[in-house]
């Protein structure tokens, strides 16, 4: 079973920096696709940046220069080191990852951490 857990949220300073760790816990597995998602609130929730097994990365066009994105697939991690921060960065950060292939698929999602910046 597939057990993600995201650490490293909390209170950031507008220009400051985070770093988002996401890990399973469960079972491992060869995931495709890792990504990290955020909800702010009354929002939908949106794709921050995902990362492919070959390291193929997409950024949303809001933190394309400012987040980076990185696993390590061995230990079925993902990071996501998040850099001059702005307050329409706060949110609920989701961590994602995925099985399958041509045929069948599942996603799996992690709890959330809440990601606040303010001054």
């Known amino acids: 079973q597939v057990q993600l857990v995201e650490s490293g949220g909390g209170l950031g300073q507008p220009g400051g920096s985070l770093r988002l760790s996401c890990a399973n816990s469960g079972t491992i597995f060869r995931f495709n696709t890792m990504g990290w998602y955020r909800q702010a609130p009354g929002k939908q929730r949106e794709l921050v940046a995902d990362?492919?097994?070959?390291?193929?990365?997409h950024y949303a066009d809001s933190v394309k220069t400012r987040f980076t994105i990185s696993r390590d697939n061995a230990k079925s991690t993902v990071l996501l080191q998040m850099n001059n921060l702005k307050p329409e960065d706060t949110a609920v950060y989701y961590c994602k990852a995925e099985r399958g292939d041509a045929i069948w698929r599942l996603d799996y999602w992690g709890q959330g951490t809440q990601v606040t910046v303010s001054s």
């Open positions: 990362i492919s097994s070959d390291g193929t990365t």
